[in-house]
């Protein structure tokens, strides 16, 4: 598994990524949330914005192998 990255070195060409936020509302989970967004390096896709103050990210997983 992928270890998370700063977000400055996320790709910049609109790949889609998990972008990891802090969560200070308590909201969410208790430490923060991810979300699958795409970046172009200053905006993110998602509709509700939730990849504005990401810290952090990831790879999109592969989806799961059919046993």
């Known amino acids: 598994?992928?270890?998370w990255q700063l977000i400055e070195t996320a790709p910049k060409d609109g790949t889609e990524?998990?972008?990891w936020q802090k969560d200070e509302t308590g909201l969410?989970?208790?430490n923060g949330f991810y979300?699958?967004?795409r970046w172009?390096?200053?905006h993110f896709s998602d509709s509700?914005?939730?990849g504005?103050?990401?810290t952090h990210w990831m790879p999109k997983p592969p989806?799961?192998?059919d046993t």
């Open 1 to 3: 598994m992928t270890q």
């Open 17 to 19: 990524i998990l972008a």
């Open 28 to 30: 969410h989970q208790p």
């Open 35 to 37: 979300t699958l967004v």
């Open 40 to 42: 172009d390096g200053r």
């Open 48 to 50: 509700e914005s939730y």
């Open 52 to 54: 504005q103050g990401s």
């Open 63 to 65: 989806p799961p192998e």
